[in-house]
């Protein structure tokens, strides 16, 4: 039989455990051992439902305090110099401080946080390590040696969980003088080395070593240097075990089959046009791992499709074939028997980790036992599952697919150019240079919490429910008048999520009560469910935003979500192009700018925070996602006349290879994320006049830190030398959600100093 065996497990817990502890202990709440508690309790949760269903071999090392790279660097001694702690080794509070930029027990002080940036194609973010050229490694972090003492203690059979040092330099960037990061390797691999020695002496056999980049374009001095290293690697003790994921070798299957170590996991899921050229390309002595089940989406695995390529795998390969999910199953939520509100049907087609989890192992025993009572039985209900999903009435609404059948590129194109329209909408709007805003959240406070939660029980009216976000309207409209903000924003007291909030209000959505999955940190979101043809029945917005409009006489932003992030931030079927979902999102978002529009709303914001999140990681696949992606935006975002100021947000992602596409969006404002990389996205105006206007973020708001006005204005002096002045703006580099009152109109009142600082100085 082909060993089942998993490449990674949620680590929040079912109820968020692992949130709430942490946000305890940032608060003071929870002292250090009572932190590690929770830790150390979730593990041995996480590793038994996995053995009881069916995982043979656990992966340890995949649970993070924060994020998983974050962890590799405190291992590997990577440390910048402003978090170096006084006592010499790493803590807990180092790494908290290298994450959030202030420390609990007074190691770094505060100082601004490590960047943050997207894992490949995901929603789930990493801090980037800092390399110097001066760097070295160093054996600094004892947290993957006490969870593998753990896990055996508790009788389980392990597999450490390592991201590989090519995929580790790979993320990391370069400050201060210029250098190649290749030069870094010879310097790691000796921690690596040391790191094998102390898993063997454990008693581990195997180690899976995450190489994700072999999915990538890779240079080819970086192939040359996947060779050198694990050549270096052979002669460490331990079976090694090399996982790909989230896109096809490509090139680069001969490369990775080659490699001297003793097994190879491929993703069939996203590339299941790997299967089966890595057969004839796979040494006789290798073990292959076949992902098989989706680790990035909540549908179940139709198991006789999968089978069919094991049977033909398993007779290749024999016991040398492992059967896994095609990722880490950190991207799903934990487990879909928590719930108890999803219809029947619909709940049918649905699994999360831990149903993922069985369909391994259901797989793995279908090739040693076929007819076994419990493999036949799993057959005939996803036959059943996959039938019934394919025939429900409830997926496919002809009105819809009409209506994006008849989109034409006039229904894709302004009115105007941004140059006659910039000039109406100044005339309009009547701003001073280097307007500021901010992005469109506000606090939510636990008073705005409750309140939601009255309502949905049942406990506050309709009209009482309003009055409520009323009053928060009212109280954002009053603080922002206050600091002297230009353009207003509502706050979105009343917005759950900003992807939820409005699937709430689309036909074609579902939605779960515990489908949380993590996105940074403590950062966890709730994905809707996209699951059949997405449509709007009635304005979303307006209502929240007139009311906003009323209060004030400044500009008020109508905040929306675009149709890619709504796409990227939810998960999406997988019986239909993400392109097509994307059309019907934002014809449904493009009803809703129409409205906002009618209603007087002068300003809308139509965030796309994930735009170079949805980008192909083969750049042959860049132009036609590009093409689409900024197709839609423009679809949703065009219907308006060239007084009618449109934006957009993104941030948290790479952007300067995709700038050009970003332009073509033809948002006349764009506000980005730019803080923790300090301005670097502005290197991309070296080579590309962008043509619109843009608000560079000036302060990073996912750290409680308050930046003073003199660091803001040092950046934006920065911005105002590659940015025309006349078509900046000024903001924070995200929403306020998560922040407090008091930190929020601090840095807003900083922000708001700095900005007025650059117009004196322009006027001097």
């Known amino acids: 039989m082909a060993l089942a065996h998993n490449l990674g497990f949620p680590r929040i817990g ?24 929770v830790g150390q309790r979730l593990r041995a949760e996480h590793w038994q439902l996995q053995k009881e269903a069916g995982i043979q071999l656990l992966p340890v090392g995949d649970f993070a305090w924060y994020d998983q790279v974050l962890g590799h660097s405190l291992m590997f001694g990577v440390i910048p110099e402003r978090f170096r702690p006084h006592s010499g080794r790493p803590t807990l509070d180092t790494l908290f401080g290298m994450a959030r930029g202030v420390s609990q027990g007074g190691g770094c002080g505060a100082t601004h946080a490590q960047e943050l940036t997207k894992w490949f194609d995901s929603n789930y973010h990493y801090l980037v390590p800092e390399f110097s050229a001066e760097q070295s490694f160093a054996l600094s972090w004892e947290q993957l040696f006490e969870e593998v003492a753990e896990g055996r203690a508790l009788g389980h059979a392990l597999k450490p969980v390592l991201i590989g040092p090519l995929t580790y330099l790979w993320l990391g960037k370069c400050k201060g003088a210029a250098f190649d990061k290749l030069d870094l390797l010879e310097r790691l691999l000796p921690v690596y080395g040391e790191i094998l020695q102390r898993l063997a002496a454990q008693g581990i056999e195997w180690v899976q070593i995450d190489e994700p980049i072999l999915a990538l374009d890779l240079p080819q001095d970086w192939k040359t240097a996947f060779e050198r290293a694990y050549n270096l690697l052979q002669k460490e003790p331990g079976r090694k075990l090399i996982a790909t994921y989230f896109a096809g070798l490509e090139d680069n299957l001969g490369l990775a089959a080659g490699l001297p170590v003793d097994g190879l996991h491929i993703d069939l899921v996203r590339a299941p046009e790997q299967f089966p050229a890595i057969l004839d390309r796979l040494p006789a002595y290798k073990v292959l791992s076949l992902g098989v089940v989706d680790g990035r989406n909540v549908w179940r695995s139709d198991l006789h499709a999968a089978l069919a390529i094991l049977q033909q795998a398993h007779e290749r390969l024999g016991e040398r074939l492992w059967v896994a999910p095609s990722c880490s199953l950190l991207h799903c939520p934990v487990d879909l028997s928590r719930e108890d509100k999803l219809d029947v049907e619909l709940k049918s087609w649905l699994a999360f980790a831990v149903q993922k989890c069985r369909e391994v192992a259901v797989l793995a025993k279908a090739l040693g036992e076929p007819q076994a009572v419990e493999v036949q039985a799993a057959l005939a209900e ?222 809308i914001q139509i965030d796309e925070a994930a735009f170079r999140e949805g980008l192909p990681l083969r750049r042959a696949g860049w132009s036609h996602y590009l093409a689409w992606a900024s197709e839609a935006f423009r679809l949703c975002a065009s219907a308006v006349r060239d007084e009618t100021q449109i934006h957009t947000h993104m941030c948290y992602s790479e952007f300067n290879d995709v700038i050009e596409a970003i332009a073509a969006m033809d948002a006349d404002v764009i506000t980005i994320e730019t803080s923790r990389s300090d301005m670097e996205l502005l290197d991309a105006f070296e080579r590309f006049e962008y043509p619109n206007e843009i608000g560079p973020g000036v302060y990073d708001i996912h750290s409680p830190r308050v930046p003073d006005s003199g660091e803001m204005l040092k950046l934006l002096r920065k911005a105002a030398r590659r940015i025309a002045v006349e078509r900046l703006w000024v903001n924070p580099d995200c929403g306020l959600k998560t922040r407090g009152w008091a930190e929020s109109e601090a840095a807003l009142a900083n922000m708001v100093a700095a900005a007025r600082q650059l117009r004196r100085e322009l006027a001097g």
């Open 382 to 603: 996803s036959r059943q599952v996959q039938e019934s999903r394919r025939a429900s009435p409830r997926i496919h609404k002809p009105a819809v697919q009409a209506r994006v059948a008849a989109v034409t590129a006039q229904h894709c194109q302004r009115q105007s150019p941004f140059a006659e329209r910039s000039a109406r909408q100044r005339a309009r709007l009547n701003l001073p240079l280097f307007p500021t805003t901010s992005i469109g959240s506000f606090p939510q406070t636990s008073a705005i919490r409750l309140a939601r939660q009255a309502f949905k029980a049942g406990k506050l009216s309709a009209a009482e429910y309003r009055e409520a976000m009323y009053s928060e309207i009212r109280h954002a409209v009053q603080v922002q008048e206050r600091l002297g903000l230009d353009v207003l924003v509502h706050g979105e007291a009343e917005r759950n999520d900003m992807v939820e909030y409005f699937a709430e209000q689309l036909d074609g959505y579902a939605f779960t009560r515990f489908g949380w999955v993590q996105s940074y940190g403590s950062r966890c979101v709730k994905p809707a469910i996209i699951y059949g043809d997405l449509s709007r029945p009635r304005p979303m917005t307006v209502d929240w935003i007139s009311y906003a409009q009323r209060c004030t006489d400044k500009p008020m932003k109508g905040m929306l979500t675009g149709p890619v992030t709504m796409l990227m931030w939810s998960f999406p079927r997988d019986d239909m192009s993400r392109e097509e979902q994307a059309r019907q999102l934002a014809l449904s978002i493009r009803d809703e700018v129409v409205d906002l529009e009618a209603a007087g709303i002068g300003v």
């Open 14 to 37: 079912r109820d968020r455990e692992l949130k709430k502890a942490l946000e305890a202990y940032w608060k003071g709440e929870l002292d250090e051992a009572a932190l590690r508690a």
